[in-house]
């Protein structure tokens, strides 16, 4: 069959060829295949439905160098659940020392080959290829991802085994690699939840989840993957600020090779010995966190049912975790607020009324909203019972309660710098009660936390740190902050990882530490806001284009779905962690906002600044 061409022009192979030349059965076309030469730009396979499956076939009789090496790149695509057909493009003894769960290379597009030139020309048993690209990401062991840059070189290295008379690889390439759309096919992002180990909700006595986002394998058994990944413990970075009421050593029990709920949406999930000790309330932390994690994968899980040793341990529901834990994406403020053209703070309803009429925005009760301080930015503790306001000049910063005739008194922080830019930040509230501020002074830049919005600030060290603070905002779990860095006229987003010593009441060192961009490719990074668990909206520009808003996730990974609805001149952001709620935005139109299946929707022509508590 004579070849095609795609939409970019490029050579690819007629129907026939996908079952031949590609070694994968799949519902669309693949790389051609060189008849001769260097193995150049494996193409990756372009996105597929979620429910077309991708089957690896094995190498043929008398297969070539270059077609096993292809072979097996498209095998490590496949939904082949332990990679066998992988393995048998390789030596027996190469088959039992690759580790394809040691890491996952993305590549901007699939990896190309070069034949490397023999050294000895009269050699014939042996080839070597190196595989080249250029880094995306990197998952590892952990399953954790990580942006990367920078040119991908892997050897290699065939050999023809004289008894069968084949071609095989003896020396692999570390963990397996594949370009940046076979990886979005192939991989989904789920967030597992432990508890904070260093904090607890100030609006109630209830422990506090917290994300940690993994990449698995979609259609490998993801349920069961990410159960196993919750049963081995939160990511290396998330670690150090969290907890697992899981008992050490906890995994499913021998011989579960895969779960799935029954027909009244429960799922039983069989533990081994570890577990069988495990008291009433432990049991109910414990499935609590499964539940959050299987429910932010998949709704057809309605409640958990534990077993160890074959003994029932405890079940819980939907309602019965959200009893025993928190979560930001399931908190639903009452207000959105913002300053208004008075620059007084104001508020109106957070629900977008759905039939488009314009809301009514009022003055907060107390000195904020009633008082005579011009402001121009503000934050509103998460309970919405206080709030902080800057000044109109950036110099000031002022606390109030959310009370009818309260006071303000005198402002609890003052910036020396010079200039307005180089003053106060945005305030932001975290689950403590914490109010959190950065001093951009050039000769004393700063990182404070006011306990409780008062007393004296916190010097909160961040080591690491390269630039100036030039926005921030808290997670709702109270572990991670979002840092916008400024440095050389460039900005990015950082996510650092909030580390407290001490006893809760007791005097504390604070500390933000192992700073990790999340949105490397941005030159300027005009806003952001916490927009789910372990999801930030972001408005920025790269290098030479044009302002766009995108959701990010905190690994750095782009997460599904699109991007928000074009808006043009945005200068602020603002989202709820609960996705049901409006993103607003302030723009040259003022104060906006964007109801689900709805467009951007104005709330005020002249008001600025806007916040949901937080």
Known sequence: MDADRDAGGRRTPGRAAVYVACGVVLLAGCASMPDSGDLRGV????????????????????????????????????DDPNYETARKYLTAGAAKQWQPGLSTTVLDDGPGADVVPPVDREQS???????????????????????????????????HDKKTKQWRIDSPPRG??????????????????????????????????????????????????????????????????????????????????????????TLTVP???????????????????LLFTLQNLTPAVDDVELQAGGKHLCSATESEADGDATRGSVESPEYL???????????????????????????????????????????VSRDEHTAAGVGIDGKALY?????????????????????????????????????????????????????????EPLDVATPGLDGRIKDLRVAADGVRIALVVEKGGKQSLFIGRIEREGRTGDPQSVSVRELRSTTPDLEEVTTMSWAGDSRLVVVGREQGGVQQTRYVQV????????????????????????????????????????????????????GTAPVYPG
Request: net charge negative; hydrophobic share 35%; with cysteine.
């Open 43 to 78: 193409d990756s396979t372009p996105r597929q439905d979620t429910q077309v499956r991708v089957f690896a076939m094995p190498p043929q009789e008398d297969a070539e160098p270059t077609d096993i090496v292809q072979g097996f790149l498209e095998a490590l695509t496949s």
């Open 125 to 159: 048993d042996d080839k070597s290829f190196t595989l080249v690209g250029t880094k995306v990401a990197v998952v590892d062991a952990q399953q954790s991802y990580t942006p990367a840059s920078g040119e991908y070189r892997e050897t290699v290295h065939l050999v």
């Open 176 to 265: 397996v690699v594949m370009g940046k759309s076979d990886f979005q096919r192939n991989y989904v992002s789920v967030n597992k939840y432990y508890f904070a180990s260093n904090t607890r909700s100030a609006s109630a006595p209830q422990t506090v989840a917290v994300a940690d986002p993994v990449y698995v394998r979609e259609r490998v058994d993801p349920m069961t993957q990410l159960v196993r990944s919750l049963l081995s413990g939160p990511t290396s970075w998330l670690d150090p600020v969290v907890r697992t009421s899981f008992p050490t050593g906890t995994a499913l029990r021998s011989g579960v090779s895969a779960l799935a709920p029954d027909d009244r949406s």
């Open 271 to 289: 533990l081994n010995s570890k577990a069988e000790r495990v008291g009433a309330d432990q049991c109910k932390a414990m499935a609590a966190q």
């Open 337 to 379: 607020y913002f300053v208004n053209g008075e620059h007084r703070l104001v508020r109106v309803s957070a629900e977008a009324d759905g039939s488009g009429t314009k809301a009514q925005p009022v003055p907060v009760p107390g000195a904020l909203g009633e008082g005579d301080k011009a402001l121009r930015s503000v934050a």
């Open 399 to 455: 606390v109030g309660s959310l009370v009818s005739g309260g006071s303000l008194g005198e402002p609890v922080l003052v910036s020396t710098g010079k200039n307005e830019t180089d003053r106060l930040t945005t305030p932001s509230w975290d689950t403590e009660g914490d109010l959190w501020v950065a001093d951009r002074n050039p000769a004393d830049p700063r990182l404070l936390l006011f306990k409780e919005g008062a007393g």
């Open 555 to 606: 690994d750095g990974s782009t997460p599904e779905g699109p991007p928000p609805a074009a808006l043009t001149g945005v200068k602020e952001i603002a989202a709820s962690e609960n996705d049901e709620m409006p993103l607003v935005a302030y723009s040259e139109d003022g104060i906006v906002r964007l109801p689900s299946g709805a467009q951007w929707q104005k709330v005020d022509a002249d």
